[in-house]
Nanobody, 122 residues
């Protein structure tokens, strides 16, 4: 399974970005895909996850509804729409996949993308 993130960059506070994660490889090994973020010097933190079959999703309560995860099975792609961005959202965002289901801790994910930088300026 290979994962590749795109769509990051620099945005002003209050702005929006949409991250994409394209997946390839064994479908059953990536039936759940997720986004995590890792700020400098901090642990990798769960953002959101979605089941590719059925579309059930979960997201971190700390996001206050600002981020939305979605999927396009035909494109093998998962998206993270990020609105009302804040400087504290600045981090490297990682796409991850597993066959277990929606899990909130990073060790439960078997496959990871390289990560993509999101920087929110004040």
């Amino acid at each position: 399974v290979q994962l590749g993130e795109s769509g990051g960059g620099l945005v002003q506070a209050g702005g929006s970005l949409r991250l994409s994660c394209s997946a390839s490889g064994r479908t059953f090994s990536r039936n759940t895909m997720a986004w995590f973020l890792q700020a400098p010097g901090k642990e990798r933190v769960f953002v959101a996850a979605i089941r590719m079959c059925g579309g059930s999703a979960a997201q971190s309560d700390s996001l206050e509804g600002r981020f939305t995860i979605s999927r396009d099975n035909a494109k093998n792609t998962v998206y993270l729409q990020m609105n009302s961005l804040k400087p504290e959202d600045t981090a490297v965002y990682y796409c991850a996949a597993n066959s277990e289901g929606i899990m909130y801790l990073s060790p439960h994910y078997d496959y990871w993308g390289q990560g993509i930088q999101v920087t929110v300026s004040s």
